[in-house]
């Protein structure tokens, strides 16, 4: 599975060279999950690290063919180990786990499915994280539980019980505290220490607080190579920002995990002994609520002023929330100054008669709420609740009165009217607002 040293173990195995006991399976890249589920998954672009590359299908076809010829040649091989390491296997739907499994059975001997386990806790801590740098933006912490028997149950199912083991992922009784020297224990291969290659992705307390700012108003970076390119570099940017780990409040770890006692009495009874989690200590450092990702010390913005060339108004005093959009922005000029990274052009608008719809992120709309009443003292996730909270009772408004409705009393505005499409709901209500002297046109679905 996930943060349990995969990328370490990937990048020590796919540099050594070819003995006649071993060869490390891969095509151009040390993780073989994106190449594997372009070869066996019937909708290769639906898995999230190929549609992130924007690639078209034919594209995927060719590669799905070479990836093929590839691994073909390589189990043609002379070794007697051949070894490829992913932890997206878990992510795989059960017909590709199925196909893989069928492929491979034809060419080897012998299959062997070494799993390594993390403890809940740490695992949500790391996860959210991992989250925010593939694009998430939110802080629901329920939905990085590792949920270990949707994960595993289905490896089970396709290769056979016997052939999956598990191991606790616990550094502290590994040799050397490197989960890199337990794995080559496991299979039977030395390697020198100089081979042996570690990488540590965390970034910092107060840069995963950056990087949620910044995810706040980019959710979502966009497909194709250039897209990826620029999230990478800001990744790495934010690696240079040194300071504590993230940890989160005990109360919200368990709020998710004390949920979960079926799927982990299913684990324990797989790894032969109780999965335990492991919760931080509680302290004043720790993320207590949504709003701590979001506030920043002197020294942070100092730092992010310094990496964007004063991009940032510098406040002076205590730790103090930070408007995510200048973050966002600040951070977006510092991108652009990269050729590689720069934002592309985009084509001129062709102006049409019939009338378009503007996309707007919910946190765009709660920052100009937020200006707008700037003697209202509500936090960025308060004012997300309220907004959120509106929206939601206007849908279930619009819902109870299916021939529609007007609203009256808005003060500036004349009135607020909507009406719906036959037989639809409140998403698809056609709203339209009416200031007073001038009408504006229906441009928005709630």
């Known amino acids: 599975m996930a943060k349990t040293g995969s990328t370490s173990i990937q990048a020590t195995l796919a540099v050594v060279e070819n003995r006649p006991e071993f060869h490390y399976l891969h095509s151009g890249e040390a993780n073989v999950g994106r190449a594997f589920a372009t070869a066996f998954m019937a909708q290769p672009n639906s898995f999230r690290p190929n549609r992130k590359l924007g690639l078209s299908d034919e594209v995927m076809q060719r590669g799905k063919k070479k990836i093929l010829e590839d691994f073909s040649r390589q189990l043609d091989g002379p070794q007697d180990l051949v070894v490829a390491s992913s932890e997206m296997l878990g992510n795989f739907d059960p017909e590709s786990l199925c196909a893989l499994y069928e492929w491979l059975n034809q060419r080897v001997d012998a299959i062997r499915l070494i799993g390594y386990v993390r403890e809940p806790a740490g695992f949500i801590e790391s996860m959210f994280q991992q989250s925010l740098k593939n694009g998430n933006s939110d802080f629901k912490l329920s939905k990085r539980y590792p949920a270990y028997r949707q994960r595993?149950?289905?490896?089970?199912?396709?290769?056979?019980?016997?052939?999956?083991?598990?191991?606790?992922?616990?550094?502290?009784?590994?040799?050397?505290?490197c989960v890199v020297r337990d794995f080559l224990g496991a299979i039977g291969l030395d390697l020198p220490e100089t081979s042996i290659v570690r990488i540590n992705e965390s970034l910092s307390r107060e840069?995963?607080?950056?990087?949620?700012?910044?995810?706040?108003?980019?959710?979502?970076?966009?497909?194709?190579?250039?897209?990826?390119?620029r999230n990478r570099q800001l990744i790495q940017s934010l690696a240079t920002l040194t300071g504590d780990k993230l940890r989160i409040h005990p109360r919200l770890l368990r709020d998710v995990i004390e949920s979960q006692t079926a799927d982990l009495n299913w684990i324990s009874e797989r790894l032969g002994q109780p999965l335990t989690p492991v919760y931080p200590a509680a302290g004043s450092s720790v993320i207590q609520a949504e709003r701590d990702l979001l506030t920043y010390s002197d020294a942070t913005i100092e730092w992010l002023n310094r990496l964007t060339g004063?991009?940032?108004i510098q406040v002076s005093g205590r730790p103090y929330p930070y408007d995510s959009a200048k973050l966002a922005g600040a951070?977006?000029?510092y991108l652009d100054q990269h050729?590689?990274?720069?934002?592309?052009?985009?084509?001129?608008?062709?102006?049409?008669?019939?009338?378009t719809r503007r996309k707007v992120h919910i946190n765009t709309l709660i920052d100009s709420v937020r200006d707008s009443c700037p003697g209202v003292a509500l936090d960025h996730a308060e004012y997300r609740d309220l907004?959120?909270?509106?929206?939601?009772?206007?849908?279930?408004?619009?819902?109870?009165?299916?021939?529609?409705?007007?609203?009256?009393?808005?003060?500036?505005?004349?009135?607020l009217k909507w009406c719906k499409k036959e037989g639809g709901r409140g998403r698809n209500a056609r709203i339209q607002i009416k200031r007073a002297g001038r009408n504006v046109k229906p441009t928005s679905q709630s």
């Open 207 to 229: 840069a995963v607080g950056l990087l949620y700012a910044y995810r706040q108003h980019h959710p979502e970076f966009a497909a194709g190579q250039h897209a990826v390119r």
């Open 387 to 415: 907004v959120r909270a509106a929206l939601v009772r206007l849908v279930e408004t619009i819902d109870k009165h299916p021939s529609g409705m007007e609203l009256t009393g808005l003060d500036e505005f004349e009135n």
């Open 339 to 355: 050729e590689d990274t720069k934002l592309p052009e985009e084509p001129p608008v062709v102006k049409e008669e019939t009338e």
């Open 152 to 177: 595993f149950e289905k490896l089970e199912n396709a290769f056979g019980r016997q052939r999956v083991e598990y191991r606790m992922f616990a550094p502290a009784t590994f040799p050397s505290r």
């Open 331 to 333: 951070l977006d000029a």
């Open 310 to 312: 004063g991009k940032l």
